[in-house]
C-alpha cells in the first residue's frame, strides 16, 4: 500500500489489486472523515456560539453607595448552543462554551428616581473574571464611566470588547455591575439593557511570532 | 450491493463482489456530491448577508427625535437590504442575529448654534434597541457616535437610526454610516 504525499490517502501496489475492494472502504471512510472535520469548521465559522440578553424588567432602584449586579441569565433572547455546567451569565463561574476569542458588549439607560446631581458619574462595569486559587481575578474590564448632564431620558451608554478565555473555560465568568455618584437620589436601569456575546474564533488559530 | 460511509454516503463494493467501472463511477460521483456540500458550508462563511449605507445631508430640527431618511446607495449590500424607494430604512432579508452598527454619526451647527447633547438610536419596527447619548458637548464642534451592538432580526424587519440633539441654532446632518452583518442563523 502507497499513500498520498499530503493527507495519507491509501493508494494500491501492484500485488494489491485483490484488495480493491477493500481499498475503496478504507478510501470511502478516509475522505468522509476529513471532508466532515471541514464541514464542522465550516458549520462553527457559521454559527458561531452567540449569545444576545435583553432586560425586559426595570432594575433597581440602587443607591449610589451600593451595587446593581445586572441579571442577564433571566433576560436571554438567543443562544444557539447547549451550555454546559453552569447557565450562568452573572456571578457563576461556567459562563463560557469553549475556549476561545469572543466579542462581548452592552448598551444600558439609567435614569434617576429624583434629583439628578450635575456632572455625577454613572459606570457600568461587565468584568471578565477567572477562578483561581486565591479568589476570582478580573482579567478584563468592559466599562464605561459617563457624566450627567440632566437631560431627559436617560442616559444611554454602552461599551464593547474582546477577551480570550484559556483552556480552562469553565473556569471564567462574567459579571456587570451598574454603580453611580448621584447622591441625591437612587437610580433605576430601564427596561431594554442589551448584552451580548459571540464567539470569534479558536486559540488553535493564534500564533505568536 | 456494497456499503455506503454514514454520513456522505460514499458506496464501495464488499470484497466478495465482483468489480466493474460503475462502481468507481458511483465512488467518485459520490466524493464529488459530498465535497460540493462541503464547499457550499465554506461559501456561507464567504459571503454572509451585510449592508453599509452613508447619508449626509438633511434638516435636524433641534429637540426633535428625527429620523434619517436620506440613506444614499449601499457601499455594499449581498442581499438587497436597501431599497431607493425607502431611503429611512435597511430592511432585513435573512433571519439571523446581525451586528448593526452607527459610526462616525455627527451634525453639522449652523452659524452660532452650540449642541449641549446629541442622542443617536438604533430602532428595529419602531422599537429602540440601544443608542449613545453624548453629554456636555457644549461645542460647535462635530463629536461623534458610534454605536454597536448585536440583535434578533426576522425578514422584513425595518432597521431605523434617530438622532436627537439639544442646544440652540439649527443643525443638518453631516454624516450618518449604517451597518447591518450577519453574525449567525437563528436555528
Known sequence: MEFSPNLNFPCPSPEDYGAIALYMQRLAFEIEEKLNAEQVSANLAYRPFTDVWKTTAIFGPISSSGILFIDWLNNLVFRNYTL??????????????????????????TTTVGAANADSFRRVDMKIQKETNIGSVTFYNIDRLIGEEGIAGGNFFGSEGVVIIDQDYQAWKAVTEFTHGNTSSDMNLQVGALAWRTYLGTLDQITVT | MGGTTPIYSIPYPYIDEVMNATMFQNF???VDTAIGTVQTAVNANLDKPQVEVVANSMAIPLAVQTTINTWGTPKRDNTGMYSAASPDRITIQTAGIYMVQITQNSLNLGGASTQTSVLWEIYQNAI??????????????????TVNGLIRCNPGDAIQVTVLWTGTGTANLFLANLAAHFVCPLV
Open chain 1, 84 to 109: 454546559s455546567g453552569a447557565p450562568r451569565f452573572g456571578g457563576s463561574s461556567g459562563t463560557f462554551p469553549a475556549p476561545g476569542v469572543y466579542h462581548m458588549g452592552f448598551f444600558v439607560n
Open chain 2, 28 to 30: 467518485a460521483n459520490a
Open chain 2, 128 to 145: 429602540r434597541q440601544y443608542g449613545e447619548r453624548k453629554n456636555d458637548v457644549n461645542s460647535t464642534s462635530l463629536p461623534q457616535t
